[in-house]
């Protein structure tokens, strides 16, 4: 049995604590902080610290590795096209890491990095999503490095997942989303109850991940580039008709940068 916790870390993100209640291993994602692992750790000393998995190199994500690797002995695994710090498992695209018994696939996410990868199981009773910064609740990553091409082809091959998949990303960036969200779709009633349960939980400072695939497909603009309302506002910002749904998407970004 796989328990996920998020432990928060700076002032919005979620490092995902996935824990094997059996054996008494847990793993970390992208912890960019050592400090809440090391706490939960010492809270539970009975706890191994087996493998940390890595989505890409931004120090919100990398900076408490090494610490927790001297510390602890874990396995450090993150993408091979990017630098990441005290790795011992370099991996590509469509390769199989195997950490707390899950087989996961990996996945290439260029587009906030180059390097960018994301990390997909099916072997739980729901199938899990790690997605870095790549796919967010309502949203996507801004692009640091790649090409809106790259990031469209990438959160295109996300949406094509189950749509039962939980999806754990890396910050609590649900709300502002929803907000751009309703200003490109205004008339979507899965927009606007979404934005209503998400205000709600936010003012009770409460977690609003994990989302599901199902959901992003009915609430994310970048997930809607073929409908044609989001079309639509997305020409009306731009002044142009948009050609294709990498330029719909190029659009949005844009926009939502501005925001």
Not at 4 to 25: C, E, G, H, V
Request: net charge negative; charged share 20%; aromatic share 8%.
């Amino acid at each position: 049995m796989i328990q996920i916790d998020a432990l928060p870390a700076f002032s919005d993100n979620y490092i995902w604590l996935l824990q094997d209640t059996a054996k008494r291993q847990c793993a970390v994602v992208d912890p960019g902080d050592a400090a809440p692992v090391l706490a939960w750790l010492k809270a539970n000393p009975t706890w191994a610290l087996t493998d940390i998995l890595v989505t890409h190199h931004h120090h919100d994500h990398v900076g408490g590795v090494e610490q927790l690797k001297q510390m602890t002995g874990a396995r450090v695994c993150g993408p091979a096209a990017e630098t990441i710090p005290g790795r011992d498992l370099a991996l590509q695209d469509n390769a199989q890491v195997t950490a707390l018994g899950l087989s996961f696939q990996v996945m290439a996410m260029p587009g906030h990095t180059l390097g960018h990868i994301a990390y997909f199981t099916t072997q739980t009773p729901t199938p899990l999503l790690f997605s870095g910064d790549t796919l967010f609740a309502a949203g996507c990553g801004r692009l640091f490095e790649g090409t809106p091409e790259q990031m469209h082809n990438s959160l295109e091959r996300l949406a094509a997942l189950p749509a039962a998949t939980q999806v754990y990303c890396a910050h609590e960036y649900t709300l502002s989303n929803l907000r751009f969200a309703k200003a490109v779709e205004p008339e979507n009633p899965h927009v606007v109850a979404r934005f209503a349960e998400v205000s709600r939980l936010r003012e009770q400072d409460r977690i609003t991940l994990p989302s599901t695939i199902g959901l992003e497909r009915l609430t994310n603009p970048f997930l809607r580039t073929a409908e044609t309302s989001v079309k639509q506002k997305a020409d009306e910002w731009k002044g142009l008709s948009n050609v294709g749904q990498a330029a719909v998407f190029a659009a949005l970004r844009s926009w939502k940068d501005g925001f």
